[in-house]
T-cell receptor
Framework: GDSVVQTEGQVLPSEGDSLIVNCSYE??????LFWYVQYPGEGPQLHLK?????DKGRNKGFEAMYRKETTSFHLEKDSVQESDSAVYFC????????????FGRGTSLIVHP | GAGVSQSPSNKVTEKGKDVELRCDPI?????LYWYRQSLGQGLEFLIY????????KSGLPSDRFSAERTGGSVSTLTIQRTQQEDSAVYLC???????????FGPGTRLLVL
């Protein structure tokens, strides 16, 4: 079945640091890839997405490139801000097979001032 | 437009009681999902509805859990004979179809004493 792996459970950068949050996936289908962000006390919300290989999702200074050759969708930002602190979930939705999206375990981003 | 709404926001119940959680999806969204999120954890899939098709109940943890979706719109998740381990945030999400962005509600925080 499909799988999404986020290797870091928590990331603790300082404000102004660059950021990479890793996401790798496995599927036999042609997925759409998503990053969702969840703030305390709220449900997750779409942060950015990429629908096909070599697409780049962008939002609020964050970027993620859909890399089919390495089956990755890493979330990157040049300079994080304290307001970026949240939990980030990587997810995929396949074009065939299971109709249930697959989520990673989540990465808690805590940006220190 | 209106997003996904859930009620109640919070529910405190005693062990052994039944609870009903409600989800109002975005109008026109044919796909509806229920997830469970324990404190500091990821998203655990529970059940998926797509249009008038039979729901995918593969994520329900026990036969104490059931859900229905009336008229292709509002959904209720019922937990019978609640246990303390049922305490969690129950999230509902809807999407245009299974490959598209999921829109989450704010969740219902269930505490079983």
């Amino acid at each position: 079945g499909d799988s999404v792996v986020q290797t870091e459970g928590q990331v603790l950068p300082s404000e102004g640091d660059s950021l990479i949050v890793n996401c790798s996936y496995e599927t036999t289908q042609y997925p759409s890839l998503f990053w969702y962000v969840q703030y305390p006390g709220e449900g997750p919300q779409l942060h950015l997405k990429a629908m096909k290989a070599n697409d780049k999702g962008r939002n609020k200074g964050f970027e993620a490139m859909y890399r089919k050759e390495t089956t990755s969708f890493h979330l990157e930002k040049d300079s994080v801000q304290e307001s970026d602190s949240a939990v980030y979930f990587c997810a995929l939705s396949s074009s065939g097979g299971s109709y249930i999206p697959t989520f990673g375990r989540g990465t808690s981003l805590i940006v220190h001032p | 437009g209106a997003g996904v709404s859930q009620s109640p926001s919070n529910k405190v119940t005693e062990k052994g009681k039944d609870v009903e959680l409600r989800c109002d999806p975005i109008s026109g969204h044919t796909a509806l999902y229920w997830y469970r999120q324990s404190l500091g954890q990821g998203l655990e899939f529970l059940i998926y509805f797509q249009g008038n098709s039979a729901p995918d109940k593969s994520g329900l943890p026990s036969d104490r859990f059931s859900a229905e979706r009336t008229g292709g719109s509002v959904s209720t998740l019922t937990i019978q004979r609640t246990q303390q381990e049922d305490s969690a945030v129950y999230l509902c999400a809807s999407s245009l179809n299974s490959q598209e962005t999921q829109y989450f509600g704010p969740g219902t925080r269930l505490l079983v004493l």
